[in-house]
């Protein structure tokens, strides 16, 4: 269980108004819930019905089977990293595209706080060190971009390890794109208003409590500092051979197929069905920094 922290309020501007959002009190605010779903210029009013959603995501994953038996053909290796907000759903869509698939071949990484002798290590050591062997499919949940947006803000690295970071990455990306493996980075993107509904949500169900982390409750006002994070990673690591996907994400369920069906367009493996994919809806899927609010 998480430990009940001091109450932690944060102050918006909704149209003009000046908000109070308090995490600790147990009713949800009615204007959060009102404004939650098309925060960040979110392009629907109402969350992609269920039995379509079901119906496509059982169809993208008969089509995720299928490239794991191209890849124990092939040899083909191939790798995702997840990011985004706390909240943003990474979770749910690596078990989304994951839950069928073939464990002995997909595993997730999503490594823990670097130990004493990793600290001494070269950053990229630890990650590279997970990366595919032949055939496999990888899913980081988080990844080495941590030092691009939770470290500088939270202060658990310094300004020359960031620097340092922004410059090495895309060398670094490119040298894995030039090894062969199909290389996937996608920034789910949510609106402040949708993650504080995330976060209450979190705090008052003790079925999802566990996901409330004491880094998510010292990053309620730090939205902005997040957000100029994000922008730069995104500018100075979107490049040609590593490209950043951003999937806008309030409503999960679109998230979630058009992420799967991003992989399965871009990849050429055996019996693809192109009418089984579906086609990526635009509004939800673009790339790199001109993509995000």
């Not at 994951?98 to 130990?115: D, E, H």
């Amino acid at each position: 269980m998480v430990e009940k922290a001091e109450s932690r309020a944060v102050e918006l501007d909704i149209d003009g108004k000046k908000r109070v959002f308090d995490i600790d009190d147990p009713k949800l605010p009615d204007w959060i819930d009102k404004e939650a779903f098309q925060s960040d210029d979110f392009p629907y009013d109402k969350k992609l019905d269920e039995d379509e959603y079901e119906e496509a995501l059982e169809a993208l994953q008969v089509e995720l089977v299928k490239v794991q038996f191209w890849q124990q053909k092939t040899g083909a290796r191939i790798m995702a990293i997840f990011e985004g907000r706390d909240a943003a759903g990474k979770g749910g869509a690596i078990h989304a595209t994951m839950s069928n698939m073939n464990p002995r071949s997909a595993r997730i990484v999503a490594l823990t706080k670097p130990t004493e002798t990793e600290q001494g290590q070269w950053y990229f050591q630890r990650y590279v060190a997970t990366f595919p062997t032949s055939g496999e499919f990888v899913l980081f949940d988080r990844s080495w971009y941590n030092r691009a947006g939770v470290e500088p803000v939270m202060g658990f690295c310094t300004p020359e390890q960031y620097e340092k970071f922004l410059k090495a990455t895309p060398r670094i990306e490119k040298m894995i794109a030039s090894e062969g493996i199909h290389f996937f980075k996608f920034w789910l993107n949510i609106g402040r208003e949708m993650q504080l509904k995330r976060f209450h949500d979190r705090r008052h169900d003790p079925l999802k409590v566990w996901k409330l982390s004491p880094m998510d409750i010292a990053a309620l006002n730090k939205w902005d500092d997040y957000t100029e994070k994000r922008d730069r990673m995104l500018k100075a690591t979107h490049t040609d051979r590593a490209p950043w996907t951003v999937i806008r994400a309030n409503d999960k369920r679109r998230a979630r197929i058009n992420l799967i069906r991003h992989i399965l367009t871009t990849l050429d493996y055996e019996g693809k069905d192109e009418k089984a994919i579906g086609k990526i809806d635009d509004k939800i899927v673009g790339s790199g920094p001109g993509f995000v609010k």
